[in-house]
């Protein structure tokens, strides 16, 4: 229930966010083209950053979710990677928009939604593995990776059906990246109203 309210949060604030590119035009567009280049690239970094940390969390993830406490690969160096890689990748999306104010907003929206929904998972995650998970609070930070506490084993059972649906949703990042490129395109054209410029 949880996770599907998140879901379908996430998918509002996403349509709204697009909606709102659609309307707008980057401000460093004629004031300094050079700024709108490294914003897309770093854009573009932070999208590779976030798609590959998503495919490597939901290898280890995938399917044992609250079953089993996940406590190695990403999830040994902080308790909540997939939701740090996360990040990463919206900023990415947020910059390769070529301005400061989307990276903001989503800054925003994620802080003020996703703090709630990791103390909520991480209280379910305390009633059903209690000591062991106790231990792992002890010693593992909760958002930002510690790349030194890093461990993986040499095998790991990946459960492939769940993996596959997983995988979909780690690389929406880089169709988020098309689609900020067709929507360029759209206002180039004039297809596509700009209703006013953000910086």
């Not at 991480?122 to 792992?136: C, G, I, M, N, T």
């Amino acid at each position: 229930m949880v996770e599907k309210l998140r879901i379908t949060l996430s998918q509002i604030f996403a349509v709204l966010l697009v909606a709102f590119i659609c309307v707008s035009g980057s401000s460093w567009d004629d004031r300094a083209p050079f700024v709108t280049t490294l914003l897309f690239l770093l854009g573009v970094v932070l999208v590779g950053i976030g798609s590959f940390g998503r495919l490597w969390c939901s290898v280890y993830i995938a399917g044992y979710k609250t079953k089993a406490l996940v406590t190695q690969g990403p999830y040994s160096m902080c308790r909540n990677p997939l939701y740090f890689f996360s990040l990463l990748g919206a900023l990415g999306i947020g910059f390769a928009s070529e301005n400061f104010l989307i990276p903001i907003i989503i800054s925003i929206g994620f802080a003020a939604y996703y703090i709630l929904v990791i103390k909520s998972e991480e209280a379910q995650l305390a009633r059903l593995h209690k000591e062991e998970f106790a231990r792992y609070v002890k010693k593992v930070p909760r958002f930002f990776p510690k790349i030194s506490y890093l461990t993986e084993p040499e095998e790991y059972i990946v459960k492939p059906v769940i993996f596959k649906s997983h995988m979909l949703s780690a690389i929406w990042f880089i169709w988020a990246l098309g689609l900020l490129e067709i929507i360029k395109k759209l206002h180039e054209l004039k297809i596509l109203p700009t209703l006013f410029h953000i910086y």
